[in-house]
């Protein structure tokens, strides 16, 4: 689980011209912000979306839509250490839902799937496009997110693999 914060703004890929060229670009920095949590072994997302800010009551209502799925598995949430994450009131009702938590060491967003997925939807849906208004923007970074099961499987299986880099023998230097 984890929270991205897309902004109505241009993100050119590349340009190249030897004459002056006029892009066409969204005004404004309006923000769409997705709390998204990924399921690991089906790629499915759920999600709760605002344009004002993430905060402990959209980790509480993301908790209450994933306890609402059903799920027979007991179920573990991988975080990183934002601090709406990590206060009391999300930790009780985690505990309630019977939800675990845990929470990445700091500075290792290399961990985080949500991470990878956040970058593979900038990819799709912002870099070198054109929205004339804001709700053709939160439209296409929505549908991406709901299809990406089925849409992208292909691209997300390799993207988002399982298998991360360890270090076994590791030596440290005291300098």
Known sequence: MDAAHFVFAPFLGYLWSFSRLFVRAPSGRKRFNVLGALNAITHEVVTVTNDSYINAQSVCTLLIQLASLHVTLPLTLVLDNARYQKCAVVQALAALLHIELLYLPSYSPNLHLMERLWKFVKKQCLYSKYYADYDAFTIAISDCLQ???????????????????????VQIINV
Do not use: A, N, P, V
Request: no cysteine.
């Open 147 to 169: 299809h990406t099961h089925e849409r992208y499987k292909t691209e997300l299986d390799s993207l988002l693999t399982l298998r991360f880099q360890t270090f076994e023998k």
